[in-house]
């Protein structure tokens, strides 16, 4: 005969392998959904100084500086299996010393339930715009981009890039005012 503790551990075990399924079967339904959404970004300010750079010998960074409107609308990304997206705008660019730099500008965390229609005006940047040495003046390759991760109930963290993109240009003169 079974004893009370060996059929407790079959009834466990058999729980286990249906909520397993059962969350496998919740994964399977929204895996390959397409959950990218038409992005707007618009610049509206551009600035960049020449800063005091504390890693290094008496050396000067630039530091940039955007001021931008994003515009989304992301109600088509949440379904049942979505519990929150992270946002965030990333700036790529090349210099001469790295063929590719991305720099993280600004993020968000939308949950469900929140208001899923994004239009923010004249964002500033969270985060500092630093590039280690002179890349940001006057290159004319910067792209905007706003990407997210889906963050699901169950199954995988997808990365997703949304379908729009803005590419700005630095000024070739550095500012000396002391605000932005």
Known sequence: ???VLSRANSLFAFSLSVMAALTFGCFITTAFKD???????????VMIKNVDDFTGPRERSDLGFVTFDI?????PIFDWNVKELFLY?????????????????????????DNTKLNMKDVKSKYFFFDDGNGLR????????????????AGILPLVMGSGHKSLTFPETYETIKSY
């Open 71 to 75: 515009s989304a609308n992301l109600q």
């Open 138 to 153: 006057a290159n004319k390759n910067i792209t905007l981009t706003l990407s997210w991760n889906v963050v699901p109930n």
């Open 89 to 113: 705008l990333t700036a790529e660019y090349s210099t001469k010393s790295n063929a590719l730099n991305q720099v993280v500008l600004w993020d968000k965390i939308v949950l469900r339930g």
């Open 1 to 3: 005969m079974n004893t």
């Open 35 to 45: 959950r990218s959404v038409p992005v707007d970004i618009q610049v509206s300010k």
